[in-house]
């Protein structure tokens, strides 16, 4: 049964490629028109266009995603949204279905990619890890974010989970971006995108139900330690993945 499956995945991967380029491609010319567009309105648009795109792409490769939690979010507040991350289909369930306009910070070298590139600069903070000087540029940009009311999105774990653990260990990013901002942190837990798309398989594609529970939100200060919060979150978020994951 698991070679049967090894076969479908390579198939499905196949298909869920074709639909992701073939629907992408009417996304290009409306991502670079928004290139004259203001923020925070550019995000605004982009993010609409982004979750019709998604939709009709998790719809034609058999997939779904079910959202818990949506009362988490408050009028008029943005938030620093941290998630867990297992896939590299976590970003296509977080960015386009989050509430309101969300940005994500995101590695540089994916921009290299042809014609994706352009549409993942949009909706992203890019940053190279290895260089010091974008990591700090990358951290003021996410300031200058929040500050238009635009929420951030943030992995902490930094790359995918491949480990056995429910999350790798945080880093401090998020946690000192929301002491010296203020913003609250909205805590996020995705569900199955390891099934969907495994890190540690090639060109392997499964069709499941993705969930993202939206957790209650948690509010720092300016006198909070931000190792303490990373702890806590990390701890918060690692025994909700364990309770609420269902067995493949």
Known sequence: MSFIKEILGRIFALWAALVFIITM???????WVLGLVKEPKRIEIF?????VWISVFFFLTGCSLKIKGLQNFKKGQNYIIICNHNSLMDILVTAPFTPGPSKTIAKIELVKIPLFGLIYKRGSVLVNRKDKNSRINSFKEMKEVLKLGIHMCIYP????NKTTQPLKEFHNGAFKLAVETGKPI????????KKASPADKIFFFWPV???????????VSSTDNYEAVKHELHELMSDYYVTHQKPS
Do not use: A, C, D, W
Request: no cysteine; net charge positive.
């Open 25 to 31: 491609l009417p996304v290009l010319p409306v991502t």
């Open 47 to 51: 993010i609409k266009v982004s979750k």
């Open 157 to 160: 774990e930094g790359t995918r």
């Open 186 to 193: 909205l805590p996020t837990v995705i569900f199955n995108t």
């Open 209 to 219: 139900k993705f969930e993202m529970h939206y957790l209650p939100t948690v509010q």
